[in-house]
T-cell receptor
């Protein structure tokens, strides 16, 4: 079992650019969530995808958008990058609520640096 | 609204000493509670979780936590610290079922002194 995988591991962009981060969930999981972890902070929930739809969203602007594919993998897109978007972006997956797979597991993250 | 508060952003213990990391939660409904560990430049690894079964939860690497509803606490303990326990620890809360988001605390960095 490969667990949750994310790509790329590191990314450097300049202000105003757009970025796409990718996530493959753990085998057997169908729900993917994205988190932003700024340096020295706890992860902040961005949004969650289930059945290819956004089900929950945190306090992030519309510049942050996502997508989930039929194979449950997901993308996070950030437009018009700001310096403050520099952070570790974590993807997490879980299975059906109330089942043995209903525990969230995290990927290693993508470190985004905006210059 | 749900939230967790971790008391102490930095905790130092001697190798072999008791580890105690504090977490208090706020929730209007019965919570699910988690402890995660994060090593430098890595993602989060689940240590243990409470999902309304036994109040004393045992996790990996010798860690355990006790859910105390009267104190709204879920403190993490380990009887004897090891050098490899040095990392950042996050307490998190969510609710059962559906598409509930997970809310994290600000983290506690554990230093183990040889």
């Amino acid at each position: 079992d490969a667990g949750v995988t994310q790509s790329p591991t590191h990314l450097i962009k300049t202000r105003g650019q757009q970025v796409t981060l990718r996530c493959s969930p753990k085998s057997g999981h169908d729900t993917v969530s994205w988190y932003q972890q700024a340096l020295g902070q706890g992860p902040q929930f961005i949004f969650q995808y289930y059945e290819e739809e956004e089900r929950q969203r945190g306090n992030f602007p519309d510049r942050f958008s996502g997508h989930q594919f039929p194979n449950y993998s997901s993308e996070l897109n950030v437009n018009a990058l700001l310096l403050g978007d520099s952070a570790l972006y974590l993807c997490a997956s879980r299975g059906l609520a109330g089942t043995s797979t209903d525990t969230q597991y995290f990927g290693p993250g993508t470190r985004l640096t905006v210059l | 609204a749900q939230s967790v508060t971790q008391l102490g952003s930095h905790v130092s213990v001697s190798e072999g000493a008791l580890v105690l990391l504090r977490c208090n939660y706020s929730s209007s409904v019965p919570p699910y509670l988690f402890w995660y560990v994060q090593y430098p430049n890595q993602g989060l690894q689940l240590l243990l979780k409470y999902t309304s079964a036994a109040t004393l939860v045992k996790g990996i690497n010798g860690f355990e936590a006790e859910f105390k509803k009267s104190e709204t606490s879920f403190h993490l303990t380990k009887p004897s610290a090891h050098m490899s326990d040095a990392a950042e620890y996050f307490c998190a809360v969510t609710f059962s079922g559906g598409y509930q988001k997970v809310t994290f605390g600000t983290g506690t960095k554990l230093q183990v002194i040889p």
